[in-house]
């Protein structure tokens, strides 16, 4: 396992480092040099090496936070939720059923104004039992008021983490914040990441201040009252109105980082690659996007003008952008690493918020295929992408295909 115990000089404090690390260690890095004051583990795989890595950093000092293990998922996001309450910066996550295990506070933390960071490594939920990468498990917070993006390399793992305290503690959103990373592919998968200084942080992340939403003996409110058909209506409301905000909040957010980090990230709810002159794009989320890229490539070189979409923010969903973008290609394939079952066309998640973008706010409106692919963590080939982008070239030149497509099953 790496370690970040690196000999510094002083001339050096407010430089970046490099090390050799995987996802889930950038995401326990990221949490060391926020500052998180509280976190709880309870291991399942492939989210528990985040915690395995913290609890080195702990044990050899160099992260000062309250480390406490838990006695299930359920008790984890309940200790963190009421310490974030009192102050506390904090940090938990699970996979796969371990995130369905938590659902009663995950389900009541967004409603609660609790700006609680989590991690999610993506994981296939059981029966039959897998532990490969599938999006179910995050995605199923997607309506409860919980902010979801996902990261493809370790290097935007980190950033995201420090990005994704300044938006959840943001006093216009304190709200909930799921970053997922693909089980194995990212959060096992070693990558060179630049660490930048605690002064950068410092300058880039303030201190999380709950104001007079402070639960505390001084400051007495409320939390969680009993409100049925009395106050419940404006309750959702106020949450409504967060997310009606959350896309401004988010590009602030971005554009702060890079005038301290430098690193730039474009817009941030969406990575284009070779886009400006394609005919056809395919999209989707996580690190699918490696061998997507290489096929693009390779596309390119035969004379065919294919490109890629890599959506990086789920909730907020940025509708009128993605829409915006799509709206020039002849047609559009979607990859979902999910399912979404009796949804309509028998279509994935992502497909069917993407048509429905299309449907409200494009001025033209191509074909939408969805490829349902990389199921139980089978792996998206480069020949699968090939695949893919050429069905939908058939479907830009007017061929009519299904809207829903199997990719790489056996037989």
Known sequence: MATLTLPVKESRKTEEQ???????EAIAVACKLANVDVVTAYPIRPYDTVMQYMSQLVADGEMDCEFIVADSENSQFEIVKHASVCGARVFCGSSGIGWMYAMEPL?????????MVALVGNRALDDPGAFGVEHNDALAVRDLGWMLVWVDTAQEALDTALIAYRVAEDRRMLVPLAISCDGAFLTHSQALVKIPSSEQVKKFLPRYDRGELLVHPDNVISVAPQANEDWVMEIRRQNYEVTERACDVIREVYAGFESIFGRKYGNPFFESYRTEDAEIVLLGMGTLSTPVKVAIDGLRERGRKAGFVRLRWFRPFA???????????????VLDRDLSLGAPDLSGVVATEVRSAMYTHAATRPPVLDFLCGLGGREVTVRDAEKMAEITFQAAGGKPQPLTQWIGLRG
């Not at 490099?18 to 889930?24: H, K, N, W």
């Not at 509708?319 to 394939?333: D, H, N, P, S, Y």
Request: net charge neutral; hydrophobic share 50%; aromatic share 4%.
């Open 18 to 24: 490099e090390a050799l690390i995987t996802g889930a």
């Open 107 to 115: 389900t009541v933390t967004p409603a609660l104004r609790v700006p």
């Open 319 to 333: 509708a009128e952008e993605i829409a915006k973008a799509l709206e020039r290609f002849k047609a559009v394939g």
